[in-house]
């Protein structure tokens, strides 16, 4: 599993900003020029996520495309995340967009909003071999917006809560279940924790990403319905602000003892210092040669379970002149058991299958056990809430949750907080 994920956290709100502004100047009216001949049409199709280490796991899923489709020809084109949004930027302004290109979730939300998406309807209408039903229906709803298919799910990763087995069992706790809730995962934490020791029973960072999913978790919502005002001031907010800013300097170590320390969480997992660990999928490999038991389930949750799930979509641009073409393409990425194979055998982010027994080669690789709980989070997400002014959102939430640590009272800081945040959505 591939550490991207985490990466994109960083990088990809900073560019809905200039998304935005880039998308703004778009002529929804261009094409793609028609590059059909000889009864043989020309799908350009742009991606960030197979390239370099995936390259050839795409190309043998082209293949496989093309001998079942011999009337389509599949023109790969690649662009590494950090360049990728500002060149289909440029062209989706300078009307030369590729027919079909990959997204990430939050930029996703923003070339909908921009009119740069084709509506799905049409094109799945008239491919015979399209089965919705092959995809998780949870995965599917996240690529639609205002009540219309705009994407496919293409592929995901999940967080968990990871655990060492070898420190439970040293002080006779019971392994994580996934029945557990807040409190269960407290009590353990707090006699998993020997400071004297160096030794630690939780880590979850006090941040907007967690903040917003512990909101979900609480039975509260970041934003109202119809996205016009922040609701995070409820006490399902309150509560989840309360979770997260108990753990510091009791069960967890203190920002100013983590400093600026690179990889400062993996590193105490490693050391077998660490009990219980929120992070994600894409960390499996990093941790198959410690010399202790680690396992994971999903997370546990408060009145409700909700996981972070980062996902990745494919699209069809709204300018592209092989829209059916197009999207008998991504509907072969996204569901056939030639891109399952390909992605499962080579570890290229996970295929969100409805079958979980299309998974079984992934879920048999040990450790951890219980890989399953990746693919359970995924039908309990909690999609990230994503505006306009993303970056400016998310920095408010922040800074609300370092004044609140520091002693500011929580309700007023969360009440100015979400007041700044919906004058931001006005």
């Known amino acids: ?103 990430d979730y939050q930029n996703f939300v923003t070339y909908a909003q921009a009119g740069s998406l084709a509506d799905l309807a049409g094109p799945a209408a008239g491919d015979k071999s399209w089965q919705p039903s092959l995809l998780s229906s949870s995965a599917l709803d996240a690529f639609k917006h205002a009540g219309k298919q705009y994407a496919l799910p293409e592929s995901f990763s999940t967080v968990v809560l990871i655990y060492n087995k070898a420190l439970f069992d040293a002080a006779g706790v019971a392994y994580p279940t996934a029945d557990w809730k807040w409190s269960d995962e407290t009590a353990a934490a707090q006699k998993l924790t020997d400071k004297a020791k160096g ?89 198959k040669d410690v010399p202790f038991g680690w396992d994971v389930v999903v997370e546990p949750g408060d009145a409700q379970k909700a996981s972070a799930v980062f996902q990745n979509g494919v699209a069809v641009s709204a300018a592209s002149a092989h829209k059916d073409a197009a999207f008998r393409w991504l509907s072969f990425l996204a569901t056939s058991d030639a891109s399952v194979k390909a992605r499962v055998d080579s570890s290229w982010e996970l295929p969100p299958v409805a079958d979980a027994a299309k998974l079984s080669g992934y879920l048999a690789k040990t450790p951890p056990a219980n890989r399953k709980a990746v693919v359970d989070a995924l039908g309990k997400q909690s999609l990230l809430p994503v505006i306009a002014k993303e970056q400016q959102m998310q920095d408010i939430v922040n800074n609300a949750l370092t004044k609140a640590g520091g002693g500011a009272d929580l309700q007023k800081t969360l009440d100015d907080a979400a007041g700044q945040v919906t004058a931001l959505l006005a």
């Not at 990466?7 to 929804?28: Q, T, Y």
């Not at 039975?219 to 309150?238: E, H, I, M, R, Y």
């Not at 105490?268 to 210092?273: A, C, N, R």
Request: net charge neutral.
């Open 199 to 287: 030794q630690y029973g939780d880590f979850q960072p006090l941040s907007f990403y967690e903040y917003y999913k512990a909101v979900n978790q609480a039975g509260g919502t970041f934003l109202s319905a119809d996205g016009k005002t922040a609701t995070f001031n409820s006490p399902q907010g309150v509560a989840a602000a309360k979770w997260l800013l108990g753990k510091a300097g009791t069960t967890m170590p203190t920002l100013t003892e983590i400093g600026g320390t690179p990889d400062f969480d993996t590193n105490l997992f490693k050391s077998g210092k660490l009990a219980m660990w929120h992070n994600g999928n894409w960390q499996f490999d990093t941790l």
């Open 1 to 103: 599993m591939s550490a991207r994920p985490r990466l994109r956290l960083h990088r990809a709100v900073a560019l809905l900003a200039l998304a935005a502004v880039a998308l703004a100047g778009c002529s929804k009216g261009s094409a793609t020029k028609d590059t059909s001949a000889d009864g043989v049409t020309t799908v350009r199709y742009l991606t960030f996520s197979a390239a370099p280490d995936h390259l050839d796991d795409l190309n043998a899923i082209v293949a496989a495309f093309e001998k079942a489709n011999p009337d389509v020809k599949i023109s790969v084109q690649t662009a590494p995340y950090k360049d990728y949004f500002t060149q289909l930027q440029t062209s989706i302004a300078g009307g030369t967009a590729p027919d079909a290109f990959e997204l």
